[in-house]
């Protein structure tokens, strides 16, 4: 479950000062056992560097972990994540050649 906001109207303040985008990250024990949840704190991580390029400046996106995604792999993560971008109207194309083990950008 991903929650974006992005703030209305045009960046405040000058290109230098503008934010990068923040992402954060809520698990809970639901998932699992701190083992497994930060397996899935570390792979979403991953997930948003590689997709952090796509969000707006100064936005900030919270990404929650549902426990079904303690059993996911990787690809399928992957998979969800973007098809959650896409959700909030953010294309996101990274994910193609995950299963594969190589990503677009690297």
């Given at each position: 479950m991903l929650h974006l906001h992005a703030p209305a109207?045009?960046?405040s303040g000058?290109?230098?000062q503008r934010?990068?985008?923040q992402v954060g990250f809520v698990v809970g024990r639901g998932v699992g056992?701190?083992?497994r949840r930060n397996r899935v704190k570390r792979r979403l991580r991953s997930l948003a560097?590689?997709?952090l390029a796509l969000l707006p400046t100064e936005a900030v996106l919270v990404v929650r972990a549902l426990p079904a995604s303690a059993g996911t792999t990787?690809?399928?993560l992957a998979q969800d994540f973007d098809k959650a971008l896409r959700r909030?109207?953010?294309p996101a194309d990274l994910g193609a050649?995950?299963?594969t083990g190589t990503v677009h950008g690297r």
């Open positions: 109207g045009p960046p000058s290109s230098e934010s990068a985008p056992a701190a083992v560097r590689e997709r990787y690809a399928g909030l109207d953010i050649d995950i299963d």
